[in-house]
């Protein structure tokens, strides 16, 4: 058993921005209510097909749901600033446990124009990096079992698959088994050399291609693989 008498458990969380290479993480203000709905409607509302809110029908529905939400501290919801001004989404902190040393990123709803991006994957990575740089010891993701994308999405940003909980909850009427991941302190360092690797401007060609995967550079720290992602 490792001994942790000597662990201080960490702080929860400040509200203020988290700043990166590409993005900045913004903790969510009614200000970035309407550039977000906007986003939003690029996609006609299928990110939040497993989520247990939305989509919004109107700025006003979405303003309502902004409104409880910016006012929480767990979640703490951050709207993603891309590297030209816009808006691309939100994503937050989350079921925030000091005493265990464990945080989870959940509530993500990247618009079209940031997922697939440098930005995208630069968002979660700050989270994670802020979490374990703050004394944090294990970092989660959870989705819907159905929810390839972000199966495939954890395991690509090095989070160790760790089963299925069956009939976890009810979600707009439907059953929700949910997939766990999580990266915990020890393959930190691992892991963030492995961002750091993917997210250098050297790793992209001219037409803005990787050169190398961040699956590939994270695949060898993952403790456990999620079978249907392989």
């Known amino acids: 058993m490792t001994d942790?008498?000597?662990?201080?458990p960490p702080q929860l969380p400040?509200?203020?921005?988290?700043r990166g290479r590409y993005v900045t993480l913004e903790p969510l203000g009614r200000e970035h209510a309407a550039d977000l709905f906007a986003a939003y409607a690029e996609d006609g509302?299928?990110?939040w097909d497993y989520l247990p809110a939305g989509p919004h029908k109107d700025l006003g529905s979405y303003i309502g749901w902004l409104d409880a939400a910016r006012l929480g501290w767990d979640p703490l919801h951050y709207a993603v600033r891309m590297a030209d001004g816009r808006l691309g989404g939100t994503l937050s902190l989350m079921r925030i446990d000091p005493r265990a040393g464990s945080a989870e990123t959940g509530w993500l709803t990247f618009a079209p124009r940031l997922q697939r991006t440098r930005e995208a994957t630069e968002a979660v990575y700050r989270l994670m990096e802020w979490s374990f740089d703050a004394g944090y010891r294990r970092f989660e993701w959870k989705c819907h079992a159905a929810n390839l994308p972000s199966r495939r999405a954890a395991q690509r940003f090095g989070m160790s698959f760790e089963g299925v909980f069956r009939q976890a909850g009810v979600v707009k009427g439907g059953n929700r088994d949910t997939a766990w991941y999580a990266a915990i302190d020890l393959e930190w360092p691992a892991l963030k050399a492995a961002f750091e690797t993917w997210l250098d401007p050297a790793n992209f060609d001219g037409a803005g291609r990787q050169k190398q995967s961040l699956a590939d550079l994270t695949r060898p720290v993952l403790a456990a693989v999620d079978p249907l992602v392989g």
């Open 45 to 47: 509302g299928a990110m």
């Open 4 to 8: 942790l008498t000597a662990w201080i």
């Open 14 to 18: 400040p509200r203020t921005p988290i």
